[in-house]
């Protein structure tokens, strides 16, 4: 099993401010997603890493894939209301998910 | 396009009773997967398959059994409810070939709560 463990798992902050939540594993992965649950919905994709090292812009969300290929982040800057969620990240064929970060903005 | 869909969108169940969760997809995809999400946690997967005829277990599949004798259908049977089966299932499908990391689509899920 290729466990994806993401830190924090809640946080809550102000609206404007800057955040970054992690994904991390023992394992070598192929690619990274992250996606975005709302309540009530399915997950929904926002980025593939697939590169080592690679950087991916999302309007003000960054996602990063270590250079090993065990890691990932993603960087919101001035979070807003509409950020607030649950960010997942999944790896491999076989589409494991981390423990997920449940994002909260406060206005 | 539909994309996935799942039925029920709620069920409840008591002790002991069996159901079968309906999953169909309508976009030629070879994978499908089975997930739960509990209260505030995020997925965990329970059975996967990458063609009709073809599946494999996930993280927590006691409990569970899947067939797919279709590409479009992946169908979860429940034989034995219990209350630690109370919870969100999802169904996705993905289609792999298309290079690394492709998107997974997931239905609305269907939660189930057993009492």
């Known amino acids: 099993t290729q466990l994806l463990e993401q830190s924090p798992q809640f946080l809550s902050i102000q609206e404007g401010e800057n955040l970054t939540v992690y994904c991390n594993s023992s394992s070598v992965f192929s690619s990274l997603q992250w996606y975005r649950q709302e309540p009530g919905e399915g997950p929904v994709l926002l980025v593939t890493v697939v590169t080592g090292g690679e950087v991916k812009k999302l309007k003000r969300l960054t996602f990063q894939f270590g250079d090993a290929r065990k890691d990932s982040s993603l960087h919101i800057t001035a979070a807003q209301p509409g950020d607030t969620g649950l960010y997942l990240c999944a790896g491999e064929v076989k589409l494991t998910f981390g423990t997920g970060t449940r994002l909260t903005i406060i206005p | 396009n539909a994309g996935v869909t799942q039925t029920p969108k709620f069920r409840i169940l008591k002790i002991g009773q069996s159901m079968t969760l309906q999953c169909t997809q309508d976009m030629n995809h070879n994978y499908m997967y089975w997930y739960r999400q509990d209260p505030g946690m995020g997925l965990k997967l329970i059975y996967y398959?990458?063609?009709?005829?073809?599946?494999d277990k996930g993280e927590v599949p006691n409990g569970y059994n899947v067939s797919r004798s279709t590409t479009e259908d992946f169908p979860l049977r429940l034989e034995l409810a219990a209350p630690s089966q109370t919870s969100v299932y999802f169904c996705?499908?993905?289609?792999?070939?298309?290079?690394?990391?492709?998107?997974?689509?997931f239905g609305q899920g269907t939660r189930l709560t057993v009492v």
């Open positions: 996705a499908s993905s289609f792999p070939d298309a290079g690394p990391g492709t998107e997974a689509f």
């Open positions: 398959s990458v063609g009709a005829g073809i599946t």
